[in-house]
């Protein structure tokens, strides 16, 4: 059944209250990718890591554990409740943060980020649940909208809080820092979140009953086809993060203007999630992300076109990248809640299978855009728009050739 008002154990927090902590959930995975970015370098020669491009493990093996353990959570919560695995999830997180700072190797740093990864899957998992328990439709897209939103300004803020920190101390006061996150969301979510999932809407946590969830999910044509063309959308943010350094840096000599430009690509897309909480409602979801990812698709066009002919000054790469990340942010929050509208009954589980197809795919594509950097911005550009063609064709198959045509009222 769709819910589209208030549980009654929503009352200790109001509407705004509830997003701003759903958006402290999210951040955590954008703080433990984005803080780190000025320090990467560091990272590396500090733990005697020679080749640039392996650096861009340190994101990936994290995203990688996050993707994984997304499939575990999911069944867990619909079983014990969203509340008690978020806090052990946060938990997980906030202790491998704390044992980075003490690592004596780069092979141990990536094994405790695969690690951090598996605590956060819960707050990617349960957070969207948890909206999903509460919210439908149209409905659930404006919260996500801003729930997004807030979490873009961690991306605006995260590089340039660690580029402070490096300026005042070294790499491992980052990982301090995310711990104290940690520990500060974990006190809101015990004292303030009450639980949302009700008992008797519970499922139980038996082989076939999760079993029976996940083929739920992967025979709904629209969640699944949603969810991948997302991974695929996702996997270009992911390879723009992974080089990020290098290309800011590397190629366009920003060094300490570095975080400005970075912060000023999150912030379009903050702007484009807070345009899409307000016009969702009156044009539906359908409509304003597949005029999106048509959008996306030909600014990376254009852009690829543009690098193939010759370096892109920083002003055009600016132009054509933050006019596809535009895009971007109008795309995700209905992606999500596209996949998530039908599948209300098992929020969990396909929360979890979702978000599993869409860190791993996302965190697969985003490491070989990423790792075919060669010192210029074309295989990025390639990369955008080859996710983007891939994207649209995924969205066509779940509206079975049909773009821009909701299939009913809250669409």
Known sequence: MTITTEAPGLQALSKPQFVTLMAMLMAINAISIDIMLPGLQEIGASLGVADENARQYVITAYLLGMGCAQLFFGPLS???????????????????????????????????????????????????????????????????????????????????????????????????????????????????????????RRRPFTIASIFDAFRIVLTNRVSLCYSLAASFIFGSLFGFINSAQQILVGIYGLGHWFPLVFAGFAGTMAVASFTNSRLVKRYGMRRLSHGALIGFALASLAWATASIFGALPLWLFVLLYGTAMFQFGLIGPNFNAMAMEPLGHVAGTASSVLGFTQTIGGATIGALIG?????????????????????????????????????????
């Open 78 to 200: 619909d079983r014990f409740g969203r509340k008690l695995p978020l806090l052990g999830g946060l938990g997980v997180y906030g202790l491998c943060a704390l044992a980075i700072v003490f690592v004596p190797s780069f092979a141990g740093l990536l094994a405790l980020r695969f690690m951090q990864g598996i605590g956060a899957a819960a707050t990617r998992v349960i957070t969207i649940s948890i909206v999903r328990d509460i919210y439908g439709g149209r409905m659930m897209a404006e919260v996500m909208s801003l729930v997004m939103m807030v979490f873009m300004i961690v991306p605006v803020i995260a590089p340039s809080i660690g580029q402070l920190i490096m300026i005042f101390a070294e790499w491992h006061m980052i990982f301090v820092v995310i711990c104290l996150f940690a520990l500060l969301v974990a006190t809101l979510v015990a004292l303030r979140l009450p639980e949302t999932l009700s008992v008797e």
């Open 371 to 411: 790792q075919a950097f060669d010192g210029t911005v074309t295989p990025l550009a390639i990369g955008f728009l080859s996710v983007s063609v891939i994207g649209l064709i995924f969205v066509l198959v779940a509206e079975k050739g049909r773009l821009f045509s909701p299939h009913n009222p809250s669409a």
